[in-house]
T-cell receptor, first 114, second 113 residues
């Protein structure tokens, strides 16, 4: 079963604009991660936010986590054409038998026009 | 440093044929995973391993078998391929399992006709 629901499914913006993607999940988590996938390629880890954190930054990326609402958002500021990709949130439920198993959302397809 | 390498990158199988997908990692990671990616569904966990000689079922294990005879390799087998197994398969590994990032291979695109 899919843990995460991502919104929007597709996002089209101009270079320089900000892009915001949202992720909702169903169960308690230990951490939430965001990955990027360029067309035809594997997933690349972007950022990890733990359940006791509310916000995290990495370069042009800003991630927020609201465990009371079971939701997260990924903000990409000053987007570039090279940011064009699919973005996935993935949750790690934690606990003794988690073993790092990730449950993915269906992804947001971001297109940044030059 | 190659990271996670999957072999082959593409494959076409006939229904009923068998094949093995190979995943190799050179990062000395304990944990390895096989996911499949289908359109509009994100990635789903097939099987995983928490160390050499161990394997466990994920969310969608039916029709697949795995083996981890060596720490650096994780093999995914399809004994009798079905069209429903047409998908893109990704292998991933992580050092500690919980709470750290996973590293993904570039994927294997499998078509079963």
């Amino acid at each position: 079963s899919q843990q995460g629901e991502e919104d929007p499914q597709a996002l089209s913006i101009q270079e320089g604009e900000n892009a915001t993607m949202n992720c909702s999940y169903k169960t308690s988590i230990n951490n939430l991660q965001w990955y990027r996938q360029n067309s035809g390629r594997g997933l690349v880890h972007l950022i990890l936010i733990r359940s006791n954190e509310r916000e995290k930054h990495s370069g042009r990326l800003r991630v927020t986590l609201d465990t009371s609402k079971k939701s997260s958002s990924l903000l990409i500021t000053a987007s570039r054409a090279a940011d064009t990709a699919s973005y996935f949130c993935a949750t790690d439920e934690g606990g003794g038998t988690s073993y790092g198993k990730l449950t993915f959302g269906q992804g947001t397809i971001l297109t940044v026009h030059p | 440093n190659a990271g996670v390498t999957q072999t082959p990158k593409f494959r076409v199988l006939k229904t009923g044929q068998s094949m093995t997908l190979l995943c190799a990692q050179d990062m000395n990671h304990e944990y390895m995973y096989w996911y499949r990616q289908d359109p509009g569904m994100g990635l789903r966990l097939i099987h995983y391993s928490v160390g050499e000689g161990t394997t466990a079922k994920g969310e969608v294990p039916d029709g697949y078998n795995v083996s981890r005879l060596k720490k650096q390799n994780f093999l995914l087998g399809l004994e009798s391929a079905a069209p429903s197994q047409t998908s893109v398969y990704f292998c991933a590994s992580s050092l500690l399992g919980q709470g750290v990032e996973a590293f993904f291979g570039q994927g294997t695109r499998l078509t079963v006709v």
